[in-house]
């Protein structure tokens, strides 16, 4: 099973003494921060990382994607909220989006194939298809460890919406709404339970 928190930055202070709890590295990248709000996305990270994953050495991958041993993680943030999803035995990715008005088909151009294009244009709400697929290419570039080393367009997710096979593994897609934002989840595994 896959375990998605979510938690609101509303209401979220930064407490010293819970600072100085966090790993070496995490102090460092809040002290680099200079904006209040990822401040507090960074902080609130740190505190769902610490009490879910506590006692662990967190490294990260050759495209930078944090790990550790015998537990699988993800984190995300956007607007009020950052989520973390864990798995003890499989691989996880996980976005949350805000879904705000932009220009969809210019953003669009960047990231999706021809196919992704035409259904967006089709879409009778652009916005939820355009956050739906982008979600989904995020969580699934997350899942993989690559983020946006991997080629993005060659994946269409009009070809297969609820799963992508990837190196001889069926990933799965979990997609979660809140108010105005989008939630998605890639990992093998489709039981996916979302706290708040």
Not at 151 to 180: C, H, Q
């Amino acid at each position: 099973m896959v375990k998605v928190y979510i938690q609101s930055i509303n209401n979220i202070s930064i407490n010293e003494l819970k600072l100085n709890q966090f790993p070496k590295y995490r102090r460092e990248k809040l002290a680099r921060i200079k904006d209040g709000r990822s401040k507090l996305h960074s902080y609130t990270a740190g505190l769902l990382l610490s009490e879910h994953i506590s006692n662990k050495e967190i490294k990260l991958n050759e495209y930078g994607k944090p790990y550790c041993d015998g537990v699988y993680f993800n984190l995300s943030h956007s607007g009020d909220y950052v989520i973390l999803a864990i798995s003890d035995d499989t691989e996880v990715g996980c976005d949350i989006e805000y879904m705000k008005q932009a220009d969809y088909m210019r953003l669009g151009k960047v990231i999706y194939t021809e196919n992704e294009l035409a259904a967006l244009t089709s879409s009778e709400d652009m916005r939820l298809k355009f956050y739906e697929f982008w979600t989904k290419k995020e969580a699934f570039m997350k899942c993989i460890g690559e983020g946006f080393h991997f080629p993005v367009k060659s994946l269409d997710i009009t070809l297969s919406p609820e799963y992508v096979f990837y190196n001889g593994e069926k990933l799965y897609f979990v997609d979660y709404m809140l108010d105005d934002y989008r939630i998605m989840i890639c990992s093998s595994d489709k039981d996916v339970n979302f706290i708040r």
